[in-house]
């Protein structure tokens, strides 16, 4: 069985400081993984993945997240958050091999002017 | 380029009541399908995903059924609604093929409420 866990309900950072969005997860197999951004009233909207290769995987709108296999981490960052930032966000895994993915609970980013 | 259509935007229905959520993709063919209902405005609990024309898997038991009757067209439905099928309703398409990374996008949503 594969999973994925934000520990974080919601995360408060200042306009400007870096954020971080934080995320683990549990497979079988070798993980895909994947970052998606949700606003209000709106469908998600894919930020990036990580398939193999670079741990370092940069993504949309400045994002990028680093993939740590001895932690089974998969953490959001951005070296300076915008207030247009502020939205829901969601981790997400696939176990290699299968269509169903498993989305986390979601963290709410709230950038503060 | 691909885009995804979701209707209605919202729907207010009372309880006992048919159901009928449309959701089509275009720009791409032989889709993976999914169905997603998010509540509260948090979790994604998938309900159905589909591989192909009349593929449907189904991923918790309730009183809503999909349908695949084209190959870019995924339907939801409910011959009675509950109360507790309020929520926010996601279609989602990813590329079909056999491996798992590819990423999903999603349609614009439904909002459902149950009065």
């Known amino acids: 069985a594969q999973s994925v866990a934000q520990p974080e309900d919601q995360v408060n950072v200042a306009e400007g400081n870096p954020l971080t969005v934080k995320c683990t997860y549990s497979?079988?197999?070798?993980?895909?993984l994947f970052w998606y951004v949700q606003y209000p009233n709106r469908g998600l909207q894919f930020l990036l993945k990580y398939i193999t290769g670079d741990n370092l995987v940069k993504g949309s709108y400045g994002f990028e997240a680093e993939f740590n296999k001895s932690q089974t981490s998969f953490h959001l960052k951005k070296p300076s958050a915008l207030v247009s930032d502020s939205a829901l966000y969601f981790c997400a895994v696939r176990d290699g091999g299968y269509q169903k993915v498993t989305f986390g609970t979601g963290t709410k980013l709230q950038v503060i002017p | 380029s691909q885009t995804i259509h979701q209707w209605p935007a919202t729907l207010v229905q009372p309880v006992g009541s048919p159901l009928s959520l449309e959701c089509t993709v275009e720009g791409t063919s032989n889709p993976n399908l999914y169905w997603y209902r998010q509540a509260a405005g948090r979790g994604l609990q998938l309900l159905f995903y589909?591989?192909?024309?009349?593929?449907i898997s189904s991923e918790v038991p309730q009183n809503l059924s999909a349908s695949r009757p084209q190959d870019r067209q995924f339907i939801l439905s409910s011959k009675k609604l509950l109360l507790s099928d309020s929520g926010f309703y996601l279609c989602a398409w990813s590329t079909g093929t056999s491996k798992g990374y590819n990423e999903q996008f999603f349609g614009p949503g439904t909002r459902l409420t149950v009065l």
């Open positions: 589909s591989v192909g024309i009349g593929q």
């Open positions: 497979v079988s197999g070798n993980p895909y």
